[in-house]
């Protein structure tokens, strides 16, 4: 879950950053996408908004490793560093990619996620609490699964997908403002203070509802983490490191921040899971038998 709350937190402190200092320098230089109709407010979004996705994805192994703290391995210095090492390097080489940074950091959650810019260019991170409540079996089920994601390229695919949705974020939060700054404040010529604050709240409106569908895509992508994680560690230690989690934490007592592959939810809750209920993820492997 880390991977994507990460992600997406940083796009929309980014894109909210863009769009102050964007609202406050173009009117100043006289540029107003707007004025031009559809078309110039499209390219101007469509620029805006993937420019801001692949500053968040190239800030992400950054930004993730300052949010938990997380320490890098640079040299192991205990037997259970050097397995951590050892067994992302293997992975890594049968996945086909480039050897991920490993790093270690301190929460007693059971947890891991994997970020970074490329499948050449990755962060795998595990949790102390994650280190303490699995056996080498099933650690070794959950790096599978953070390294599959990594060859799968999920970052760079999540990142073109929000960036689509920065987008239409931009396109509909501006069509909003100059509705209220026109309708409302009566202004007629210009951009007013209207314009500026209907546009900056509903850009974080939207960019809360298009958050949907990047995590309607992240539990797709899950699944697939899954089947590589039974490929590269064993399909039983896959199965058996989801129903640790299954057997540690209750549906009902599983707050977001302590889900390492998951929440379960249901109704409204679901569109806003970044994970598959755990019981599902099961039984997808268990038929895929």
Same mark, same amino acid.
């Given at each position: 879950m880390k991977r994507v709350f990460l992600f997406v937190l940083t796009?929309? /402190? @980014?894109?909210?950053?863009?769009?102050?200092?964007?609202?406050?320098? %173009?009117?100043?230089?006289?540029?107003?996408?707007?004025? !031009?109709?559809?078309?110039?407010?499209?390219?101007?979004? /469509? @620029?805006?908004?993937?420019?801001?996705?692949?500053?968040?994805?190239? %800030?992400?192994?950054?930004?993730?490793?300052?949010?938990? !703290?997380?320490?890098?391995i640079e040299q192991p210095q205990t037997e259970l560093e050097t397995w951590l090492v050892n067994t992302v390097r293997r992975q890594a080489e049968l996945a086909g990619i480039g050897m991920p940074e490993v790093a270690i950091y301190d929460a007693p959650d059971v947890n891991a996620f994997a970020t970074g810019m490329s499948r050449n260019n990755a962060l795998v991170a595990v949790s102390t609490g994650l280190l303490r409540g699995m056996s080498r079996d099933e650690a070794e089920a959950v790096l599978g699964h953070e390294v599959s994601h990594v060859a799968n390229g999920d970052m760079v695919t999540l990142t073109l997908i929000q960036g689509v949705l920065n987008t239409f974020v931009i396109v509909f939060s501006r069509l909003v403002g100059q509705f209220v700054d026109r309708a409302v404040f009566r202004n007629e010529e210009g951009h007013g203070a209207g314009f500026f604050v209907a546009s900056m709240v509903a850009q974080v409106l939207f960019g809360i509802l298009a958050s949907v569908i990047v995590m309607w895509f992240s539990r797709q992508r899950e699944f697939r983490a899954d089947r590589g994680g039974a490929t590269l560690a064993g399909r039983g230690k896959m199965i058996a490191a989801l129903q640790r989690l299954q057997a540690a934490h209750q549906p009902s007592a599983l707050p977001d921040q302590m889900a390492a592959f998951g929440i379960n939810g249901r109704g409204v809750s679901r569109l806003f899971m970044s994970h598959p209920p755990l019981e599902e993820r099961i039984a997808a492997l268990q038929q895929a038998a």
């Open positions: 796009n929309l /402190a @980014v894109m909210l950053v863009l769009s102050v200092a964007l609202g406050i320098i %173009m009117p100043l230089l006289g540029i107003r996408p707007e004025q !031009g109709g559809m078309a110039p407010l499209l390219v101007f979004a /469509a @620029v805006f908004g993937m420019g801001g996705a692949f500053i968040s994805l190239a %800030m992400s192994k950054w930004t993730a490793k300052r949010m938990v !703290g997380a320490q890098v």
